[in-house]
């Protein structure tokens, strides 16, 4: 099953250890993460189901086509990563 | 003075006997916060995770998270886009901005968001409704974003006579009210100009900014607005504005009206809206007692040289007895008057940027 993995910044405010799920695209995969934590949901995606604008999520080290419906493929071996763009002062 | 919140770029500072005795959320904005019923309720800034809305029953020790504001699904077939930017308006929570108290129901908020929507609960924040009739009207479409990309609700002012009376302050698109819980809406903005726009637009209610809007709660019908191009005040219950001039400048974010007294008000000026410092270097509060005929300068206890702090529209407020006032700062200063504003007294001056006070219990 693809495994998703979450940046630190994210598991520093949310309970979030790396998880095994089922999913052949990422919005499958993260809807999954979501039924078993459901309070992630809001920090991954806004409020129409789109991927933040400052997450980027990649599947095997590249970044996601389709930020709005997720519906880039992933493989029952997939590893994917939750991540944060780099902003801040 | 019990207690005073402050909300910051980097976290929530509760002071109690004028010192911090409590740090939240250290390190992450905190947008927005009121106390009421024995609750706190702190919104919370993630930046690249989005808003929460946090909520503390025991005086800030521990924090729960609830529901945060969050729109309804987007139609396919609505192009709601910025008027002026073109750009598509997110049905999405960006920030909440400002909670207010719906003396209705011990339980019941109300908050202003970005974008422009206003959201009301009546449990506490375990749940949140979108105000469709607002969000809905027609002319919801020609507000636009000032100083952020989209627009936003900043001021709630709650009738106490009625609490179905409700007047909501947009940057920028004007003032509403309605007298009816929120079922419908009408613009009040009537008299604010906008010399930011075209001068066949300039007048028009729907596209102003007022940076603030309060109410005088024992004098509902007078209300005080800080808009971008100057001073306004209505005596009739927001059906018409008249401009009040003040020196040394009308241009501000932050305006507190006095709780019983609807001629006094305060007010923090900068130069001009391009350039955001106090005049000559010098912070100042201008206070009127009596209804904007003339102004006060008050400056004790403020810097004088070099000081180059802007207040933001939630960054000073009066408390019930009209004689106390807490101010904070851009850069990071806070301060306190015990004398309605004759003297300050800085609190703490290290403070990250302060983006709202508030006085604990209030409403």
Redesign the interface.
Known sequence: MPRVTFTANLRRLVDCPAAEVAGATVGEALEAVFTRTPQLRGYIVDDQGALRRHVVVFVGGEAVRDRVRLTDAVAPDAEIAVMQALSGG | MDTLLVGTRKGLFTLRGNEVARVSFLGTAVTAVLQRNGAIYAAVG?????A?LHRSMDEGETWQ?VA?P??P??PADIDDRSPTTGAPV????NQMWVFEADPREPQALWCGTIPGGLFHSTNGGDSWRLLRPLWDKPERRQWFGGGYDFPGIHSICVDPRDPRRVLVGVSCGGAWQTDNGGESWSVASRGMFAAYMPPEKAEDPVIQDPHRIVRCAGAPDVFWAQHHNGVFRSIDGAQSWQEVKINPSSFGFAVAVHPRDPDTAWFVPAIKDELRVPVEGALVVTRTRNGGKSFETLRSGLPQRHAYHLIYRHGLEVAPDGQTLAMGSTTGTLWLSRDAGESWTALSRDLPPVYCVRFGGAA
């Open positions: 993630h930046g690249h995770f989005g929460k998270e945060a969050k729109w699904e987007k997110p049905w999405s929570l």
